[in-house]
């Protein structure tokens, strides 16, 4: 039998964000979560990539997660305690998006699109890119690991822009 704990078996860990929380304000119970994600080097490197946040309530409100205030708060004080998103979340879904639509100065265009400045991506790369760097410092981990999960990240928020 297999001793492994779950959270590092698992292919992908989603954590739910309720409706009731963000209205609350209430981020304990969810850091206290993500804290078992940098517990140890092993659960650590079981997580890279495996992680996805979904927002849970706001199914009939028409607005954009990321239109919304309290979801846009609720991220901004969960990433302020918790800023090691380019390193658990996947690049397959939409976490780090929602992430950085949230923390971002986003204006609502026509079509369900969203206009940021420049210098708000180039800030969440780097602010972001150093928490990760922390969690390699942190751990020891190799840092072949860590221009790999770089690369990915970058990948990822270069084909989130439009394309003309």
């Given amino acids: ?32 979560v993500l804290s078992t994600f940098i517990s140890s080097r092993e659960v650590i490197q079981s997580l890279q990539g495996k992680v ?6 706001y199914d009939n409100d028409p607005r954009a997660l990321a239109d919304i205030h309290e979801v846009r708060e609720f991220l901004r004080r969960l990433d302020a305690v918790f800023p090691y998103w380019f390193w658990f979340l996947s690049t397959m879904g939409d976490g780090l998006k929602l992430m950085f639509l949230c923390l971002a100065a986003v204006s609502p265009l026509e079509g369900g699109q969203r206009a940021f400045h420049p210098n708000d991506l180039m800030q969440f790369l ?39």
Avoid: C, W
């Avoid at 492994?4 to 119970?29: F, H, M, T, W, Y």
């Avoid at 770089?150 to 003309?164: E, G, H, K, M, W």
């Fill in 52 to 57: 996805e946040i979904v927002i849970h309530g």
């Fill in 1 to 32: 039998m297999d001793d492994k704990d779950p959270l590092q078996a698992a292919r992908l860990v989603i954590i739910q964000v309720e409706r009731s929380d963000i209205e609350e304000g209430n981020i304990e119970p969810l850091v206290g």
């Fill in 126 to 164: 780097l602010s972001h890119f150093a928490s990760m760097n922390e969690l390699f410092q942190r751990f020891g981990l190799p840092p072949g690991l860590n221009k790999r999960v770089s690369d990915n990240v970058t990948d990822y928020f270069i084909n989130l822009a439009p394309r003309p």
